[in-house]
C-alpha cells in the first residue's frame, strides 16, 4: 500500500475552527474527525486570544479543547510557553498525553513534572526545551524555586479542573505560581506590572463552577473574560448513559459478592473502588490469588509503579484494576465497561466522579456499588445527588452467609430491606430517571 493511502483525511470541521494544519493531521490520526461540544466553543474563541472560563463535564473533550489552542499557537524553540496546572499527577501524565497525540506531527514538545518521583527526570525533560509543561503545582513550584523552570516566556496558562484546584488545599500555591507571571494581576485585582499589557492567555477549565471559584479565578484573568458552558454542563452531572445498579451485602460477604459479579459480567475492563490503600492492596492480592487478571493503584505505590499500571490498563494488559480515589481521580481510559463500587463513598460527589470513569464521549457502561446494612444512608445521599433511583440487584444463585461466628445457624435475611429485585436481565433500563420517592430499607 502507498503512503498516501494511509493517511486519514484531514478533518474538516477542525479546519474550520481555525486550527493549524500540522494540528489537523494528529487529529486526524486520533480519529477526532468532529469537534466536541466544548472544543467547538472554546477552540475558536481561544484563537483569539482572549481569557476564558470554559464549563464543560467529565469526559467531554476539555484536553484537547484548550490543548489544540495551544499547539496552533506555540512556537518551536521560544521557551516554556504553556503552563498547564492540574490537581494530581494522573491527570497530569494523561493531559500530557493527549497533548503529545496531538502534536504528534507538530515540532511542539509537551512533558509533564510531578512529585513522587525523582526532580532529577523533570530536570532532564526541561534541559530538551519543551514548549509546553504539564505540571501539578507542588512540582512546578519546586523546579521554579530551583531556577529550573522559567515563566518569562509563557503565553498560555491554564489551569485544568479549576474547582479542585482552587480548593482550599491549593490555593496558596496557585496564587504562588500565577503571582510569578509577568502582567499577572494581583488578587486585589491590580496589575502588578505598571500595567503593561498581560503576556499571556489565561484558560481556565472545569466540570463545575461555583460562584466563589469563579470569583476566584476571574482575579486571575484579564477582562473581558469569556464563559463558554457546553450544553448540559450546568445540569446535574450526568450519569444517565450509565446502568447502575446496587447490590445488599454483609461486609463478610464482599468479596464472595465480587466473585460473582465479575463471573456474571465478564468486564471487558472493570475498575474497583475501595476506601482505603491498605482495602486495595488486600483486594488485589486476593483477586490475584484467584486468578483474576488484575492490578491496584493507590498512594503506597510509587509514581513510576502507577504510571505503569494506568500504561498497562489503557493498553488491556488486564481487566481489572482496584483503586483509590485519589490514585483514580482523572482516570481516563477509553473502554472503562464497569465501575464496582467495593466501598459505597461517603461522598454522593465521589460517586459521580468514580462512574465518570466509564460512559466516556457518549459511550454506554455500567455502575455497581455494595451496600452494606449501615449505608442505606449513604445510598440515599447518592440518589438525592443523582435525581435517580438506584435498583437493587441480586446474582442468580448467590446466598447471604451468617458472619463468620455463626455459621451453622439459620440464614439471616438480606441485610437491607428493599424494594422488589430487579435483575439487569430483566429489560427494566437501570437507574432511568424517575421522581425521587422514599425508599424504605
Ligand atoms: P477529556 O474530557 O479531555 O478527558 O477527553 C475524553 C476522551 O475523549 C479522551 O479519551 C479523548 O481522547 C477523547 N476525545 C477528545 N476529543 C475528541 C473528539 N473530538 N472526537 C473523539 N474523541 C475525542
Known sequence: MSDKTEHPELPQAF????????????LAELGYITPSEIQSLLIPKALTGVDLLGQARTGTGKTAAFGIPILCGAEKGRGVQALILTP?????????????????????RCISVYGGQKIRGDIIALETNP???????????DLLDRRMLWLDDIRFMVLDEVDRMLDIGFRDDIRNILTRLKGMRQESGEANSSGAPQGHQTIFVSATFTE???RLARRYMREPVEKLVAPGADDKPTVENV???????????????????????????????????????????????????????????????RDQVMKGFKHGKFDVLVA?????????????????????????????????RTA???AGGKAFTFITREQGDELTRIENMINMIIPPLTIDG??????????????????????????PKNGMRLGAKMPLRRRRR
Request: neutral net charge; aromatic residues 4%.
Open 398 to 423: 448467590f446466598e447471604h452467609r451468617q458472619p463468620p461466628e455463626q455459621r451453622g445457624a439459620p440464614v439471616a435475611p438480606p441485610p437491607v430491606a428493599a424494594e422488589p429485585t430487579v435483575s
Open 360 to 362: 466516556r464521549m457518549g
Open 243 to 305: 446502568e447502575q445498579g446496587y447490590y445488599s451485602v454483609q461486609p463478610w460477604d464482599k468479596y464472595r459478592l465480587l466473585r460473582a459479579l465479575l463471573k456474571q459480567e465478564q468486564p471487558d475492563l472493570a475498575i474497583v473502588f475501595c476506601r482505603t490503600k491498605h482495602g486495595a492492596e488486600k483486594l488485589a492480592n486476593s483477586l490475584t490469588h484467584d486468578g483474576i487478571s488484575c492490578r491496584e493503584i493507590h498512594g503506597n505505590l510509587r509514581q513510576s509503579k
Open 88 to 108: 494530581t499527577r494522573e491527570l497530569a501524565v494523561q493531559v500530557d498525553e493527549e497533548i503529545r497525540r496531538i502534536a504528534k506531527h507538530t515540532p511542539i
Open 212 to 214: 466563589e471559584i469563579e
Open 15 to 26: 479546519a474550520a475552527l481555525g486550527v493549524r494544519n500540522s494540528v489537523l493531521k494528529g
Open 131 to 141: 514548549e509546553i509543561v504539564v505540571g501539578t503545582p507542588g512540582r512546578v513550584i
Open 324 to 356: 483509590t480515589d485519589l490514585a483514580s481521580r482523572g482516570i481516563d481510559v477509553a473502554g472503562i465497561s464497569h465501575i464496582i463500587n467495593y466501598d459505597a463513598p461517603e461522598d454522593p460527589e465521589v460517586y459521580v466522579h468514580r462512574i465518570g
